[in-house]
């Protein structure tokens, strides 16, 4: 079989032997004849599955005892409704950084639920997009401050804390959750669609501080309540327990890899490789300041984008799939999440010379 | 290996020819080197999945142009809140037959965007449980009346329709959709969750008449908006891929099998071998009326309920596995879906017999 690297930004590529194992296991799972997708989530075998992945993601990112763990239906876009309903009044305000498609469309999602006021934008800075460090003293009785570190569809990321004050954080880490170590303690919440670093779609998982649980308001959807969800351990309603078994075994493989500051540093390698290739050569070009260039999302144009399409079809008889930019960007974008090995960027970088040698 | 049986409520046995295929195109899915869970919802090929995954249920049910097939996040329970959440106005009134746990549970996620009226409910008639027929002129403004023909924990069906002059009927339908053949042209709305008939949890399957659509409340959570999603083809955020990839190679197995009236004719036939076997004994007991009696949940009882323990451990013993009754009722009961083969009630009606023989 070819060797091919799928570079999709979500869903996205799982570890290879994440998706062996699963097959392996696929019709006869844990010696029961059935596959895990075919048991109750009250079993006694699926509670284990549930209790260690849930445990082995608070190993891997030391969340502290005063956090809960939820793992719930409805993916990000559930959660731009979710976190308005659960932590504020609807006289309430939210404030949020917008530096791109996501955080952007949280702010009109809160704006139902309460009154979302945007404290902070990506604006340009020697012809680049960029994002001044926000220290603000604007709305200190804000119910959260809302951000997203790592925006998929931009490739733009940014490693500070958003200085507020004591308003908590609430973060969108989607496409940034488990490719490097965090301090759990500083945010309110953090919430993450599945798809990109933890498993399949259809799932989001949800750390959140204790005391902010308790003030969903009253017209909360009963399967998005973070309160309800906590008493009964993510089973209020059945989970989707296809996507929390295949979470779990990322889990454990990101474990075995040496967990979040190994793996840090290989997703260090990586974009340094890829942004190095891009920097390195006119014929490409990344769109985004150094200071925010996102390590999982690499955004990528050709000085001639008339050639897109021509690269973007020589790459996949390459097999370096699923490059094309977002249909709101246009151009590249090469996702390289925590299953994405080294390899498979050399690959590229090797392809982008390549390429660049033919039609340079 | 040992012949299983899986007689799971839900998460569910899924067709074995199903389960086998997915497990062969596990991590190289048509010829794409990738698995189908870690393609882009926007790619070609994924795209393809999901048009021929609702064209082919279209078919199966025989649905009308009229009405709008979603596929969505939250299994029943968000459709819970997503029901009154789309069709009604905070003012207006739903109505309600209530006749097992689940329906009961809608009365009041209902309530909280409507005036949620139980307009009937189950009874006893002749010491068994049972469900009278319903006409009523009540709250003939109701934007809908809501009931659930197959109640899951209570083994309660109901093969009417509930008369309620010009008021849409919207039903429940997660462990009975796919089971028999339906007029779906006498309803406003179908849900299911997937995780019994149609594939593994995570995945909610709407069908809706059109012109039920565009009355959302201001409030909706935008990715449990029917109107939003419609517009988007379900793929308004990103939805559970891979439960929409089974739920199509489960249409295809079930058109394969001859349709829903083939299904149909079996599903009566395993459904009558079982309640035979009980109502043979005095040793077995079912609570519901004939005139109510599910074809897909038969709960029964010990006459002598110390050997409840005895019997689901020589059960799972003898392959017969998840044969324990909902924890809200105990006993036994005995989930037989569409892809519980004939030989599985089988198996059970001769080990019923066998663990009479010896403990009757």
Wanted: aromatic share 10%; charged share 20%; net charge negative.
């Amino acid at each position: 079989m070819m060797t091919a690297y799928n570079f999709s930004a979500g869903p996205a590529k799982l570890p290879e032997e994440v998706m062996l194992q699963a097959q392996n296991e696929f019709v006869d799972w844990n010696g029961q004849h059935s596959s895990v997708m075919e048991i109750s989530h009250r079993s006694k075998a699926f509670l284990r599955v549930a209790e260690e992945a849930e445990s082995d993601f608070r190993d891997l990112l030391t969340i502290p005892a005063n956090y809960k763990v939820l793992f719930m239906h409805g993916g990000g876009r559930g959660q731009f409704a979710a976190v308005p309903l659960n932590l504020s009044a609807p006289e309430q305000c939210s404030t949020h950084i917008v530096t791109g498609s996501w955080s952007k469309g949280a702010v009109a999602e809160s704006d139902k639920y309460n009154n979302a006021v945007v404290i902070a934008e990506a604006t340009i800075k020697d012809g680049l997009k960029y994002v001044e460090p926000v220290k603000s003293d604007l709305q200190p009785d804000a119910a959260y401050c809302h951000f997203c570190p790592n925006e998929t569809v931009d490739g733009i990321a940014f490693d500070w804390l958003p200085q507020v004050g004591s308003v908590p954080l609430v973060a969108d880490m989607s496409s940034t959750i488990l490719s490097q170590p965090l301090d759990i303690d500083k945010y309110g919440l953090i919430y993450a669609g599945a798809q990109k670093n933890i498993g399949p779609s259809g799932l989001s998982v949800v750390i959140v501080r204790d005391d902010l649980l308790g003030k969903a308001q009253a017209i909360t959807p009963s399967f998005l309540d973070y309160s309800l969800q906590s008493q009964n351990d993510s089973m209020y309603n059945t989970p989707p327990t296809y996507s929390w078994y295949l979470a779990g075994l990322v889990f454990k493989w990101l474990k075995d890899k040496g967990g979040v500051n190994a793996i840090a540093a290989i997703n260090d390698q990586k974009s340094a490789l890829l942004y190095e290739a891009i920097d390195s050569s006119d014929f490409y070009n990344n769109p985004v300041h150094p200071d925010n260039r996102s390590k999982m999302n690499v955004p990528f144009t050709l000085a001639n984008g008339e050639l897109d399409s021509v690269f973007l079809e020589q790459a996949e008889s390459a097999g370096l799939q699923a490059l094309k930019g977002h249909r709101s960007v246009g151009g590249m974008r090469a996702s390289i999440y925590n299953a994405m090995p080294l390899s498979g960027v050399q690959a590229l970088v090797a392809f982008m010379k390549e390429f660049e040698r033919k039609f340079g």
